[in-house]
């Protein structure tokens, strides 16, 4: 079963900086665009990022443009969102994603769908 794996959520103070990692169990992502969502209490789920098979491109929504940075490392399987200069308003639950393309990520045409983990900031 294909499964996509988030980890490093958890509580951080504004200003302070969180990194979350994304990797897949039981098939290998390096043909597919990752990306990030996040859905927050009572708001709808909303793209964040995503990046191309070979990390070339990389496309940020507006309001953690200078903030949030995306990688991936192939080699490992893995997925990287570094977000710095956290606000109260990040406050989400994360959820990583895979599509075919980065466009298809933009456009929540999703075709995998991690579990999600919860980034708390507090001011």
């Known amino acids: 079963q294909v499964q996509l794996e988030e980890s490093g959520g958890g509580l951080a103070q504004a200003g302070g900086s969180l990194r979350l990692s994304c990797a897949p169990s039981?098939?290998?992502?390096?043909?597919?665009?990752l990306g990030w969502f996040r859905q927050a209490p009572g708001k709808e789920r909303e793209f964040v990022a995503a990046?191309?098979?070979?990390?070339?491109?990389?496309k940020l929504a507006d309001s953690v443009k200078g903030r949030f940075t995306l990688s991936r490392d192939n080699a490992k399987n893995t997925a990287f969102l570094q977000m710095n200069s956290l606000k109260p308003e990040d406050t989400a639950i994360y959820y990583c994603?895979?599509?075919?393309?980065?466009?298809?990520?933009?456009?929540?045409?999703?075709?995998?769908w991690g579990q999600g983990t919860q980034v708390t900031v507090s001011s």
């Open positions: 994603v895979a599509a075919a393309v980065t466009t298809l990520v933009q456009n929540g045409r999703i075709e995998y």
């Open positions: 039981g098939r290998t992502f390096s043909t597919y665009a």
């Open positions: 990046i191309s098979i070979n990390g070339g491109t990389t």
